[in-house]
């Protein structure tokens, strides 16, 4: 009776403390501190008409080909990605107020929800964010410009004196949904470019290529 | 009757636009055919290099990319990418083997239709009986350098992909110069092929999928 007891109650230990952890924000260490939310503009890449050598995980699948991004006299932006022997998979356009165009996804892959996630993932390397609500915080090693979304937070983390992006992090309340990696910058776009997804496999990574 | 009025401007205009890039309409199209299959019966290989342009219209520019092509009677087709990015494609029968700059990967031209297609159309061109494909319907153009071939896929999944693919037909060594693959978007791929070498000696070992 009593090992059935210290049985039950290290069970309960565990399950409490499993419990806890997963309530936990990862975020919950930051400080909220005065700063200039703009800075992170500078990070926001000057796409002209630059050309990306792409890879796609997705689930068990893998795409390859070439991304490119253009600006188009009206200032919107066209992101289009073929295979290399150049058949399309989409083109999507984003304009200057923040507004989507879906022009073409292969039938196969247009469902809601692939337009969705792909959107929200090029709205990240864009970095157009809508700075009215968003707040610094720091931790003892980054500076994060913290914008809210409907269902958590954007964290646009850099090093200290925001010189330097580290990454962007999409995220629930408590844990990161989407990392973004934006590396290396010449001519105002940065060399690589790498999108992970944290709770299913769905990863992009770029490559900068001449044309 | 302005219908009518309307299908012969466009009729007038077409014809027009044929004649202005000196391509006039093939009349007998069994003979290009015959000397099609009689030139092809002596091409054993080719190998040369392409230049491929991805035309996106509403964009108003292009994306180039550079490789090297390499074909081997009876079915076996290389392309190798080399420019802006790596990008290797190898059909040898129906299997195909593809490999990029993170992956190698093989598949089987039987469970994919599209790749299915491009390896029968880059087989019926060099064997000389791309006019026989039935998934296509095609008219025939000329002028005194080329024959000029318009095919129009008959099957629904493949018009999703393909508009029109044109091939430009070399009428020296009846050879392809170029395909053009327009798509439903107004967007369109060409390939030509240069530096050709006909019957050069390619070993197997260019064609292996495994």
């Known amino acids: 009776m009593r090992i059935f007891r210290m049985r039950y109650l290290w069970l309960n230990s565990v399950l409490l403390v499993t419990l806890l952890t997963s309530c936990t924000s990862v975020y919950k260490g930051l400080r909220r501190t005065e700063g200039n939310v703009d800075c992170i503009r500078q990070f926001s890449p000057a796409f002209d008409a630059t050309l990306y050598s792409t890879q796609v995980n997705i689930l068990k699948h893998h795409l390859s080909g070439l991304l490119f991004f253009k600006q ?3 200032s919107s932006l066209r992101v289009v990605f073929a295979n290399e022997m150049g058949f399309k998979f989409f083109d999507f356009e984003f304009d200057k107020q923040g507004n989507f165009t879906k022009h073409y996804l ?35 090693r980054y500076r994060y410009t913290v914008v809210p979304t409907e269902k958590g937070h954007n964290y646009y983390i850099t090093d200290s004196a925001c010189t330097q992006l580290v990454r962007i992090e999409k995220s629930s ?8 990696w934006m590396e290396h910058y010449t001519q105002g776009t940065p060399d690589t470019i790498r999108i992970e997804h944290q709770h299913f496999r769905f990863n992009i990574s770029l490559q900068k290529t001449h044309r | 009757m302005c219908k009518w009025m309307m299908i012969g401007v466009i009729s007038l205009l077409s014809l027009q636009l044929h004649a202005q890039s000196g391509f006039k309409p093939v009349t007998d199209l069994s003979v290009v055919k015959k000397e099609f299959a009689r030139a092809a019966q002596q091409t054993q290989s080719i190998q040369c290099d392409f230049v491929q342009e991805k035309n996106l219209s509403m964009l108003s520019d292009k994306i180039t990319s550079k490789g090297k092509f390499w074909f081997k009677r009876e079915n076996k087709v290389r392309m190798e990418y080399q420019q802006p990015s790596y990008y290797l494609l190898v059909m040898n029968g129906k299997d195909i083997r593809i490999k990029d700059a993170q992956k190698e990967s093989k598949v089987s031209g039987k469970n994919n239709k599209l790749f299915e297609q491009i390896n029968k159309i880059t087989v019926d061109c060099v064997r000389g009986t791309v006019l026989d494909n039935t998934d296509f319907t095609t008219k025939a153009y000329e002028n005194a350098q080329s024959y000029r071939l318009e095919m129009v896929p008959v099957n629904k999944a493949m018009a999703g992909y393909f508009k029109t693919i044109t091939l430009v037909v070399d009428k020296k060594d009846f050879t392809v110069s170029s395909i053009t693959m327009a798509e439903p978007s107004g967007d369109d791929t060409n390939i030509s092929f240069l530096h050709k070498q006909v019957n050069a000696n390619i070993p197997d070992a260019v064609f292996v999928v495994k």
């Open chain 1, 106 to 140: 292969l039938p196969r892959m247009d469902k809601k929800a692939v337009v969705t996630t792909l959107r929200k993932d090029f709205e990240l390397v864009l970095l157009r964010p809508d700075l009215r609500q968003a707040h610094v915080a720091t931790d003892s």
């Open chain 1, 72 to 74: 188009m006299p009206d």
């Open chain 1, 173 to 180: 309340v408590r844990k990161p949904v989407v990392k973004v």
